[in-house]
C-alpha cells in the first residue's frame, strides 16, 4: 500500500499570485510541428500544385529550421486539410438560413375540433410509483 505524502509550502496569496502572473509571462519555447505545417498548409497545398515534390518541401522546410521527414509533412499536411474542411462545414451548419428562420404561427379555435376519443375508449393510465404505465396497444 502506498501513501501518499502531502508537502507544504509556505508562500503567501501575494507572492502566490506574483508566480502566477509570471508563468503567464513566460514566452513560448517552440511549436509543435502539426501547428506549424497546419499553419503553412495552404501555402505548401500550392507549392505542390506549382510541380514541387513533397521530399522537396521536406528538403526546403529543413534548411529554414523546421525538420520534417516526407512521409510525416504528407500526414500532417492531410490532418490540416482535415480540420480545415471539418471547421468549414461546421460553420455552415451553425449560420442561419433562409428556410430556418421560424414564422409566427397564430392560435386557432380548437373548439370546433372534434376529439378522436371519448372518454369511455380513451386509453388508461394506471399509475404506478412516481412512473406511469402507458397501455401496451394505442
Known amino acids: 500500500m502506498t501513501t501518499k505524502k502531502t508537502?507544504?509550502?509556505e508562500i503567501d496569496d501575494t507572492q502566490l499570485e506574483q508566480t502566477l502572473q509570471a508563468l503567464k509571462q513566460?514566452?513560448?519555447?517552440?511549436?509543435?510541428?502539426?501547428?506549424?505545417i497546419?499553419?503553412?498548409s495552404e501555402e505548401i497545398q500550392q507549392t505542390l500544385a506549382k510541380g514541387y515534390s513533397y521530399?522537396?518541401?521536406?528538403?526546403f522546410l529543413g534548411e529554414r529550421g523546421i525538420a520534417i521527414a516526407e512521409?510525416?509533412?504528407?500526414?500532417?499536411?492531410?490532418?490540416?486539410?482535415?480540420?480545415?474542411?471539418?471547421?468549414?462545414t461546421t460553420t455552415k451548419k451553425t449560420?442561419?438560413?433562409?428556410?430556418s428562420k421560424l414564422t409566427t404561427v397564430t392560435p386557432c379555435d380548437?373548439?370546433?375540433?372534434?376529439?378522436?376519443?371519448?372518454?369511455?375508449?380513451?386509453?388508461?393510465?394506471?399509475?404506478?410509483?412516481?412512473?406511469v404505465?402507458?397501455?401496451?396497444?394505442?
Open 133 to 138: 404505465e402507458m397501455p401496451k396497444e394505442l
Open 7 to 9: 508537502v507544504l509550502v
Open 26 to 36: 513566460l514566452p513560448r519555447k517552440g511549436r509543435p510541428l502539426r501547428e506549424v
Open 110 to 131: 380548437t373548439t370546433a375540433i372534434p376529439t378522436q376519443f371519448s372518454s369511455d375508449t380513451r386509453p388508461k393510465r394506471h399509475t404506478v410509483g412516481k412512473f
Open 95 to 99: 449560420q442561419p438560413s433562409e428556410t
Open 38 to 40: 497546419a499553419f503553412l
Open 71 to 88: 512521409h510525416t509533412l504528407r500526414q500532417y499536411l492531410a490532418e490540416a486539410n482535415k480540420t480545415k474542411a471539418q471547421k468549414k
Open 55 to 59: 521530399t522537396e518541401l521536406a528538403s
